[in-house]
């Protein structure tokens, strides 16, 4: 049974109403509260560890929802989840983590994700984090995704934190062979005394693969951020890192982008830019009569979006 | 009526006070089209940005239909009327055309988006476009005026509109500019164009940060022909591109 808040918190982190349409499982507090597999798209709990299984059939075409949501205090979750996307596959798969920490005590959750994606298929995956709570306990969120992009495959990582969680440490793995493709784009907003890390080692390890990362990032008030995206080349490959971060007020943001090519064909272009809202773009929106305020909210949120 | 009463603007540049304009005496009537020329650096732009509040007068006042607005804010001049196109439009990444449009238009319809159409842009293909450097400068200048035709501001001041504009939009804007002029605007246009020149009520030359005198294009026009181009116009013409944006 949902209760109201696990409805607002499903509806942040996956744009959720009710219960997901096709394949899901939702995560609360420690637990599978609900689970449903649909034909060619299996949830199977893991035995050894918490944790679940997601198989995909080969040619399969769908959603999955895997939302996992925290309303205790003093709670500490680590889930390991397994997601197999068959051959020629295309599946569109919505994780995310939503706390409400009602109490003082530190609310977490550490998800790590292994991800293949066959041959051919194509995966769309998108990962919102989501923070609120009334007491002064922290709320800290450290995924980790190891995510392998076999041949001709294609795979889109979306990863989306928008304020409200105090701490977090994402790590992303990734490695791409022949003809496949990775795009990943990160877009983050601390404020307040929040801490974002994000590091991303990316392998081109096939001819003609590519890969794109594109973080944008806001830092507000006292927050403190650091990216550290590495990409690397080992064949006639492409890849394009772009770290771009709005800093405000008194925070603090560390953009170490490397690329690192191991074949003389390959191609890789870095861009990495921190600074202030440009005054002429606040000026344009004030002379179509935006307060300084609102137009520095419509421009973040468009640099965000 | 727009009145600039004896107004004065100095700057601060690198702790030293850059005296910019002088004892500025000008009133705009609704319903006229105006012209600010001059040479480079006379002060044109100064003027247009402390209407639009951009630049706060060191000295005099600035009236608005009575009241004295001298120092309102840019926010609150748009919201009075105000609009200002940007010689150099701001480049923003992440913001789309139909963004802008929509801040311009506050409660319009964006449906049928006849700023864009007007200014020769088609809604299909730039609406979702981006307004970051993927945009021409050409392109970006266009969208400028369309924001400006899409919030139709009562006191409408464009800054070089046909900068960066090539020759067949530069007739397009001419019209544009000029149709959608109606009685209850008035129009400041800051240019060096004759065309533009031509097309106005009044122009106002602009020299040392002072006015140098008041009229109309045939008054004018003589006394700026040679320093609002430059020697190289000649060899410009002959390569058909007398609007071009000058390179140098």
């Known amino acids: ?305 | 009526m727009l009145k600039l009463e004896n107004m004065g603007l100095s700057l601060q540049v690198e702790e030293q006070s850059i005296r910019i304009l002088e004892n500025i005496n000008l009133e705009f009537e609704q319903g006229k089209m105006y012209a600010l020329t001059g040479p480079n650096g006379s002060g044109k732009s100064s003027i247009a940005r402390a209407i639009m509040g951009i630049h706060q007068p060191t000295e005099g006042k600035i009236y608005f239909q009575g009241e004295d607005i001298t120092d309102l804010s840019v926010t609150n001049r748009a919201r009075k009327g105000f609009g200002y196109a940007f010689q150099h439009p701001a480049r923003f990444k992440g913001l789309q055309v139909k963004d802008l449009i929509e801040v311009a238009l506050k409660h319009g319809d964006l449906e049928d988006c006849m700023c864009l159409r007007n200014i020769g842009l088609c809604p299909d293909d730039y609406l979702n476009r981006t307004l970051d450097n993927s945009l021409s400068g050409g392109e970006i200048k266009r969208i400028e005026i369309a924001t400006i035709l899409a919030q139709n501001p009562r006191v409408r001041i464009f800054d070089e509109p046909e900068a960066g504009i090539d020759l067949w939009s530069f007739e397009q804007l001419i019209d544009v500019i000029g149709n959608s002029h109606g009685p209850n605007n008035m129009t400041v246009i800051i240019s060096h164009q004759e065309k533009i020149l031509n097309m106005v009520d009044e122009i106002i030359l602009v020299i040392d940060g002072h006015i140098e005198m008041k009229g109309s294009c045939s008054e004018i026009w003589p006394r700026i022909q040679d320093g609002a181009t430059c020697a190289c116009k000649k060899s410009c013409q002959k390569e058909g591109e007398i609007y071009a944006d000058c390179p140098r």
């Open chain 1, 1 to 305: 049974m949902l209760t109201a808040l696990d409805k607002k918190l499903l509806q942040e982190v996956a744009d959720l109403h009710d219960k997901p349409p096709g394949a899901f499982n939702i995560r609360k507090d420690g637990q599978g509260i609900e689970r449903h597999s649909l034909p060619g798209i299996e949830i199977i709990p893991k035995e050894d560890k918490p944790g679940i299984d997601i198989k995909v059939e080969p040619g399969k075409t769908g959603t999955v929802h895997i939302p996992v949501i925290l309303t205790s205090s003093d709670f500490q979750d680590l889930v390991y989840n397994t997601i197999e996307i068959g051959e020629g596959a295309d599946i569109l798969l919505v994780a995310g983590c939503g706390i409400h920490n009602p109490g003082d005590g530190t609310a977490q959750h550490d998800g790590v994700h292994e991800i293949n994606v066959r041959r051919n298929a194509k995966l769309r995956y998108v990962e919102k984090h989501f923070g609120e709570g009334e007491g002064g306990g922290k709320r800290v969120l450290n995924p980790k995704t190891v995510l392998s992009v076999e041949e001709k495959a294609y795979a889109e990582l979306e990863l989306v934190q928008i304020r409200g969680v105090d701490t977090t440490s994402r790590v992303t793995e990734a490695s791409v062979a022949a003809g496949g493709m990775l795009v990943m784009f990160e877009r983050l907003l601390t404020d307040q005394e929040q801490f974002a890390e994000s590091e991303m080692v990316v392998k081109l390890t096939g001819e003609n693969s590519s890969a794109r990362i594109i973080s944008r990032s806001v830092a507000q008030d006292s927050s403190r951020q650091i990216f550290k995206p590495q990409l690397i080349a080992y064949a006639l490959a492409k890849g394009h890192v772009e770290c771009d971060s709005i800093i405000m007020d008194q925070a603090v943001v560390r953009s170490i982008p490397e690329i690192w090519a191991e074949h003389a064909e390959a191609e890789l272009v870095h861009e990495a830019a921190i600074g202030k809202i440009a005054g002429d773009q606040v000026m344009k929106l004030m002379a179509l009569g935006l307060t300084p305020k609102e137009a520095e909210e419509k421009i973040i949120s468009g640099f965000l979006t």
